[in-house]
């Protein structure tokens, strides 16, 4: 029996084949464009960056996942001079909203800053807490810029600037369920495709608000956005220099880097959905 397919089907038809081709199209250009960015991954790392995953690892084997000659992956190269502490490194993929295809390559950049900058919406970010069986939990309770590295009393909102600049400087006060309330010290440096963000605690961070984990100025969290032409690579670089990984206070153990990486893990997923609202 011979069927018959009518106009409107067969427009239907083309149109979603073409839809078909055309994502193919699209992630092969995505996986070029990663290959070329880190040469040194392998088949199943672009793979799991193009399924959305973040690659990790520590110490010597993190430069892997920074784009050479970038500011983040000279700063990755820097932290594994550091002594006794440890370096973690993370990379992801998030592919361009249909918005931000529509951008040129400044306007992205521009917007993408903005969206980094908004720092207020990190109130009520979660992460995966394996103490609390793989149960999600509170992380950030309080987020706001200070006019200065002391002030508590004078926080400011979420700066938004017309142009992007080459640099820019900041204090950030953030109250978290795991250090309790931290200044830290924001510097940015920025390019053409690149914007990355060096975090630094300038307030010792305490366990149970008493104990110190880190000292002020030990830690330094980066994150970084690269601009490829389908999507970002999304970096994150965070070290700490002159103590042991792991902090033991009142028969309770935190492992540093396992906090950390949790960190970094709640942070990409705070900016792919701020990206989102591009």
């Given at each position: 029996?011979?069927?018959?397919?009518?106009?409107?089907?067969?427009?239907l038809?083309?149109f979603?084949?073409?839809?078909?081709?055309?994502?193919?199209?699209?992630?092969w250009?995505?996986?070029?464009a990663?290959?070329?960015?880190?040469?040194?991954?392998?088949?199943s790392?672009?793979?799991?960056l193009?399924?959305?995953?973040?690659?990790?690892?520590?110490?010597?084997?993190?430069?892997?996942?920074?784009?050479?000659?970038?500011?983040?992956?000279?700063?990755?190269?820097?932290?594994?001079?550091?002594?006794?502490?440890?370096?973690l490194?993370?990379?992801?993929?998030?592919?361009?909203t249909?918005?931000?295809?529509?951008?040129?390559?400044?306007?992205?950049?521009?917007a993408?800053?903005?969206?980094?900058?908004?720092?207020?919406?990190?109130?009520?970010?979660?992460?995966?807490?394996w103490?609390?069986?793989?149960?999600?939990?509170?992380?950030?309770e309080?987020?706001?810029?200070m006019?200065?590295?002391?002030?508590?009393?004078?926080?400011?909102?979420?700066?938004?600037?017309?142009?992007?600049?080459?640099?820019?400087?900041?204090?950030?006060?953030?109250?978290?369920?795991?250090?309790?309330?931290?200044?830290?010290?924001?510097?940015?440096?920025?390019?053409?495709?690149?914007?990355f963000?060096?975090?630094?605690?300038?307030?010792a961070m305490?366990?149970?608000?008493?104990?110190?984990?880190?000292?002020?100025?030990?830690?330094?969290?980066?994150?970084g956005?690269?601009?490829?032409?389908?999507?970002?690579?999304?970096?994150?670089?965070?070290?700490?220099?002159?103590?042991?990984?792991?902090?033991?206070?009142?028969?309770?153990?935190?492992?540093?880097?396992?906090?950390?990486?949790?960190?970094?893990?709640?942070?990409q997923?705070?900016?792919?959905?701020?990206l989102?609202?591009?």
């Amino acid at each position: 029996m011979k069927m018959h397919i009518d106009g409107a089907t067969r427009r239907l038809l083309v149109f979603v084949l073409v839809l078909l081709v055309v994502g193919q199209v699209s992630l092969w250009a995505a996986e070029g464009a990663i290959k070329k960015a880190l040469p040194q991954l392998t088949e199943s790392e672009y793979q799991l960056l193009l399924d959305g995953e973040i690659l990790h690892d520590v110490n010597d084997k993190i430069l892997k996942y920074f784009v050479k000659g970038t500011e983040a992956s000279q700063r990755a190269l820097q932290a594994q001079n550091i002594e006794k502490g440890f370096v973690l490194g993370a990379v992801s993929y998030i592919p361009y909203t249909p918005a931000m295809k529509k951008m040129d390559a400044s306007t992205r950049q521009l917007a993408i800053f903005n969206k980094i900058r908004q720092i207020s919406t990190q109130e009520g970010l979660t992460y995966i807490s394996w103490r609390a069986g793989n149960k999600e939990k509170l992380l950030i309770e309080r987020s706001s810029y200070m006019a200065d590295q002391k002030n508590l009393n004078n926080l400011l909102p979420d700066p938004v600037v017309n142009q992007l600049p080459k640099t820019a400087h900041s204090y950030v006060y953030q109250r978290d369920t795991s250090f309790g309330g931290n200044r830290y010290e924001h510097t940015y440096t920025n390019s053409e495709v690149e914007i990355f963000v060096e975090i630094q605690n300038i307030s010792a961070m305490r366990v149970l608000g008493i104990f110190t984990a880190v000292k002020s100025g030990q830690l330094s969290i980066n994150m970084g956005t690269y601009q490829l032409d389908e999507g970002l690579l999304l970096v994150a670089l965070a070290s700490v220099e002159g103590r042991d990984p792991q902090v033991s206070v009142l028969g309770l153990t935190v492992d540093l880097p396992s906090a950390f990486r949790r960190r970094i893990v709640a942070l990409q997923g705070w900016l792919v959905n701020q990206l989102n609202t591009i």
